[in-house]
Each structure stands twice: as C-alpha cells, then as structure tokens.
C-alpha cells in the first residue's frame, strides 16, 4: 500500500487530487493532506511518506524549501511538483532535487493519473515475505503439450470486448467473471498488433497464421497456471493477453512485472519477426488494480501501439514510459481561450467595482469569481499584461491622482476613498508609482 502525502493552499485542488488518486487503479494506503509546509514536515517524521504531490508555493514555507528537507528526513521519498509556473528556473531546480514529473495548472487529469501510476509502480518496496523474494513472473509448466488455439465461444467473446470498450454493463460483467477466470485483483494487458502484414491469401490461410502466433505466444509465456493470463483476438489482425494477478504476487513488486512483461514483449517480437517473418508492434500496459480498469489498459495497449508510427525503429512500447498528452482539437483549444477570456474579464469587471475596498486580497477576488488564486494570477498575466495587484495598484493610483487635481481632499482623506487604512502606506505607494508624495503633486497642481 502506498501512503501518499499532498501540500496545496487550494482545498479544492486537494480534493480533486483526491478523488483522482482513489479512481487510479492502485492500492493506495493513506492519503495526508495539509495546506502548511511546516506540518507537511512533522508527516514526513512521524509516518512514512512514498510519494508528496506539492505545489511550488504553500503557506508556510516554499515548495523548494519542503522537498529540500522532506528529501533529508526521507531520502527514498518521491516527489511530483503541481505549479502554475511554467518558468524553466523552477522546473530546473526542481528536476536538481530529484523530481519526478513537474506539471502545470490546469491539472490534465489523465496525465497526472498516468504519471503518478509510473512513479509508485516503479516504486521499490520491501517484500512482504521472504519466500516471494526473487520469484519469477512467469515459471516453466511442467507440461509442454499446449499447440492450440481455443477462440472463445462467441457470447463471451462479446462480453469480453464489450468490458474492453466500457461499455458493458453490471450483471453482464458478473457474468463474464463466472465465464472466464478473471479474478485479479491486479492486471495488466499486451497487444499485438500485425497491420503491416501484406496479406491477400484466402482466410484458412489467415487463419493458420493466426494459430503459428497464438503457439508461439503461448510458449513464450510459460506460464505453470494457466488462469493467470487468458490469450484472445481483440480486433482484425490483432492478439492480446490479459495477465492478472493475487494481492500478494503483485502489490510490492510492480516494476519487477513490468520489467518482466517488457522483456517478454521483446521476446516475443524477436520470435514473431525470426521464425514467422510477420511485421509485428507490441503495447504494453501498466499494472491498475480492479477489473473495471481493463476497458484503460486496453486503451493504454493502442496507444502505445500508435507511438511506432513516431518511432518507426522500435516495435515494443511500454505505455508507462511515455508522458501522454491529450491531442486537443482545434475547437476544444479555442473553448477553453474563450473560458479563460471569460475568467478574466468577470475579474476585470470585479476589481473595476471594488478596487477601493478596504482589505481587498487576491484570495478573496479568486473565491468571489470561484477559481484559485495561482491559477487566477496566471490568467490575469497571461491574458492583461499585469499582474492582478499591479492592476488594483494602477487604479487605485490614478483615482488618487483624480482626486488630488480635482478636489481639496486631504492625504487621508483620499488614502480612504482609494480603500488605504493607513495614509502612510498610501503615501509609500503613491511616491512608489510616481516618483513624487502626493503632498509634492498637490503643490505642483496650486
């Protein structure tokens, strides 16, 4: 199980991050979350941390500063960074402490999901017994009479790729688990895929091809129980495996299946391509745990498959090892210019009405406009040029100046109009913005 710790000034960030982390697929222990550096500390003395999720800032103490020391109290902790800062002197100086994945508000949720799953399944934790420790994946069967290609019966095979593509229902998924042995609770999938055979025979021939990979796939695998891991066609010039596992085989040695599995995909590359001369890209999946995941290792498996048109030199992808980004369209970039557009006029307009107000904070604009205060400050930058208290300070200072021409207002008279408690502080700015108090500019205008 994996303890996980989160530090972020936004309650709602720390919910989402919460609910993301509960719908991963991985056995997640105890999630900690504070709002304070310094407490995110006394977590990391009193309980042992795996992975902190911090945003750059918190309230206490700088997110640099929190993985400096929590690094000296844990040094196997692993660290993933949250920030509205793009800056590269951030990242570098995070990526020098050992960081993980630094990522950028807004959160892609799938990217962060597949980057926390990459970071605790490549975790190495202590076996729970000793018995297990360097036992293999895959054992060599006693018996070696195993040439066959069983399809399965047409109604599970429906059920099965309708699990694949989500879209199966309850009962039918209940039904499907007293069909085959798929018990789990951990799985993970490998695809096949063979869409580069130049193939124009008739279909027995096709099928006689089909049943030399299924054998070769079969061989390699190995496998003494044969309940572990069901073979099947997916799809038109497709073969895939579903390998599951017990609570005990996989929960802390997940990045040795993984290795494992990775070099199973290059044997069987390596066979397929010498012994069948069949053109051949093999996916790989992570490791989720529950069998409602496998309709997203199915997705993981093609979109690993998809990476050898980018990398034409390889055949065997490990879905892990790449940081996927959502390709967005055209119209969802321009939906979500136009939302951002909207944010910062709505603020705009906000800090139009009440710039004067006495106490006027950047939290308190974010809560009134519902968006979190690093996110709205970067907003307002990207799409203004001001920072969003360079802005309150703009206006509040050129209404000074209006009132200072126009009126016989005296200095605390107008440090009040222009939501100042302290007329001194009014005074510092306002020599600050123009070079000159506002007792000199009320001389100049007489």
Partial sequence: MYNILIVDEEPMMIQLLIKLMLSSGLNIGHIYTTSSG?????Y??????????SDVHTRDLSG??????IRMLQPDI???????HEQFEYAQTAIRLGVRSYLIKPLNSEQFLDCIREVLIHLDKPAVSEQRTGQPVYTIPAHSARFKMERLPERQYE??????????????????????????PYYAMLKMNFAGIPFTGQPDEYRWLCYAIWNVTEELLEVEDQENTLIFESGDKELSVIFQWRETDAADRMSHIIRQLEALGQSLHFHIHKFLRIPCVIGISQILRGIHFLGQLNTQTDRAIELHQEYQEHYVFYYGKYHWKTIRSVEEAETECLRNNLIVSQVKSYIDNHYNQKGLTIHEVARKNHVSPNYLSYL??????FKLWEYVIKLRMEESRELLMSTDLRRYEVADKVGYESPEHFSKIFKKYY????????????
């Fill in 380 to 385: 307002f930058k990207k799409y203004t040029g």
């Fill in 44 to 53: 990391a003395r009193e309980c042992h941390i795996d992975l902190l999720i």
């Fill in 435 to 446: 070079g000159i108090s506002p007792s000199e500019f009320k001389q100049l205008q007489t």
């Fill in 38 to 42: 310094k407490e995110a500390l006394t």
């Fill in 159 to 184: 059920l099965l790729n309708r699990l694949l593509t989500g879209s199966i229902h309850a009962e039918e998924q209940e039904l499907l688990q007293q069909y085959l042995p798929l018990k789990g």
């Fill in 78 to 84: 692993q660290l993933i960074v949250i920030s509205v």
């Fill in 64 to 69: 640099i500063e929190l993985m400096q020391q």
